[in-house]
């Protein structure tokens, strides 16, 4: 099994989420699904169609979330070190090309969010940056080339 790395936040975001699916967008597909059922004739129900599709797709949703939170494992801060980049880890980095810097926060696939500079450890630049020191070169290989950036700083 593989496990997926959550802070508590991100559990409780996905945990919320859950229970937003299962209890209050659910049912109201249901009701479409019934309310377009009543109209008649299903083969020709473009309606009935729509709602069963949308009632499928968020049955998926739902179980890739159950999925998600049985493989949870919660990491705090207490288990993070900064000798080299590992999840949950502020790290500074400088692009060698361009001489500027950037500060990535590297979390799981389920909590990146680009805007809070929070990506991803199965990222190109998350992978590229896992297991680095202080002082090392990564050398990454993205669509748009290849990055080189100077690890400036590891930190919680």
Do not use: C, F, W
């Amino acid at each position: 099994m593989e496990y997926v790395y959550l802070t508590e936040e991100g559990l409780q975001k996905l945990k919320d989420e859950l229970h937003e699916l299962k209890y209050k967008i659910r049912p109201q597909i249901s009701q479409k699904v019934a309310t377009a059922r009543d109209h008649g004739d299903l083969k020709e129900n473009a309606e009935y169609h729509a709602a069963r599709e949308e009632l499928s797709m968020t049955e998926t949703k739902i179980q890739q979330l159950q999925d998600r939170i049985a493989r949870a494992r919660i990491i705090s801060e207490d288990e993070i070190n900064t000798d080299e980049v590992s999840i949950l880890n502020a790290v500074k980095v400088k692009d060698l090309r361009n001489g500027k810097e950037y500060e990535y926060i590297l979390v799981s696939a389920e909590e990146a969010n680009i805007k809070e500079n929070k990506i991803s450890v199965t990222s190109p630049v998350g992978r590229g940056l896992l297991g680095k020191k202080v002082g090392d070169v990564a050398e990454i290989q993205v669509p748009a080339g290849l990055l080189r950036y100077e690890i400036l700083e590891i930190r919680i």
